[in-house]
């Protein structure tokens, strides 16, 4: 099993940065993925980012690249969403998952956090 808890979401005016963060534990994570995904009201749950935990290689959803960088502390067992210029669609409430790195399932979830963008 591999607990997550998400904090740091909030709210803010468009064009703000915010910073969630993931405590990640229960299993040793090098052979895991871990992603952050969101839910907009009325929504699908979506994509956000994602980062392999001993490589490091990381994707995003297109909407977000170039503003949201994922990045993880080994020695912390932790997971940053550093979110820069923030839109009114980025409203929603953000999800830290993961899955071993050879399974595409993402299978562990955390409890999410909101994340509100004003204008």
């Known amino acids: 099993q591999v607990q997550l808890v998400e904090s740091g979401g909030g709210s803010v005016q468009a064009g703000e940065s915010l910073r969630l963060s993931c405590a990640a534990s229960?299993?040793?994570?090098?052979?895991?993925?871990m992603g952050w995904f969101r839910q907009a009201p009325g929504k699908e749950r979506e994509f956000v980012a994602s980062?392999?935990?001993?490589?490091?290689?990381?994707y995003y959803v297109d909407s977000v690249k170039g503003r949201f960088t994922i990045s993880r502390d080994n020695a912390e067992n932790m997971v940053y969403l550093q979110m820069n210029s923030l839109r009114t669609e980025d409203t929603a409430v953000y999800y830290c998952?993961?899955?071993?790195?050879?399974?595409?399932?993402?299978?562990?979830w955390g409890q999410g956090i909101q994340v509100t963008v004003s204008s």
């Open positions: 998952a993961a899955r071993l790195a050879v399974v595409p399932k993402w299978n562990y």
């Open positions: 229960g299993r040793t994570l090098s052979s895991y993925a």
């Open positions: 980062i392999f935990w001993s490589a490091g290689g990381t």
